[in-house]
């Protein structure tokens, strides 16, 4: 989803000192705490790239760095964790006018430059994934779902839904649900998930069924889903908004939502 590829312009004005540092942050990005989203990318000859003190193998391998045992045992395990590809890429339209379509950048020690996409701290890092990651589609909400929420948890079922109706409603869904990440992470410390509570700090419009709908199995049966553990559960609660119905399981200071879609059937609508 994040691709990063080693650019020489990243690389041709950098000092030992700086690829040095630029290089423990990379080994702390792709190998001590990777996450699944992301892509580095180097070129074969990575070692034959033009840096302000020579080639870059002979910065890294001629004592150059003040850690050697960084330079000579970590950073060449380092660079083989990385994807080697075929393509030289000297510009970002290159690379974005490559197989590698979705958030491209550029990584490097020190760029002439300045871009959002040329990375070359962890600041610069965090920023490009932060900027991006709420630039959805249907699918990529779904993939990403763990990382952009802290208690809100989507049961199995909601894939489906959100390729259903997510494209024309996508922005709603969004801001429901972070409405409600953002409540429960504020308000909902310990006890039973209170909605009314959730209805007096939010715009949230949260509402449980009638006595009348929950006691016909019929409808009752419309509001069972299958939480990510297996366990099938009734997801009474719902929050209301426009044509939409978000229907969830709230446990343990989390939210489980299990349905996202139409109305459902009830003892007055049907």
Known sequence: ????????????????????????????????????????LKNENIWEMNTKEGVLGEVVFSDKFSDMQFAHIVVPKLIESMKSIND?????????????????????AKFELTNDRHISNREKYEKFKKDNLWDLAPDSFWERREQLFAKIILCPSVENDLRRVGSSYLSQIKNKLVELDNYVVSNWKNDSFNYSDANEKSSLNISPESKQTMNQEKYRNQRMFKLPDGRNECFELHIKTGNLRFHFFPEETKIYVGYIGKHLGTDKYN
Do not use: C, W
């Open 88 to 108: 030289k890429f000297t510009t970002l339209d290159e690379f974005d006018n490559s197989q590698y379509k979705i958030y491209n950048s550029f990584y490097g």
């Open 1 to 40: 989803m994040f691709n990063f590829y080693l650019s020489k312009i990243g690389y041709e004005n950098a000092s030992s000192s700086e690829i040095e540092d630029n290089f423990m942050l990379l080994n702390e990005i792709v190998v001590e705490d990777p996450t699944p989203e992301d892509s580095f």
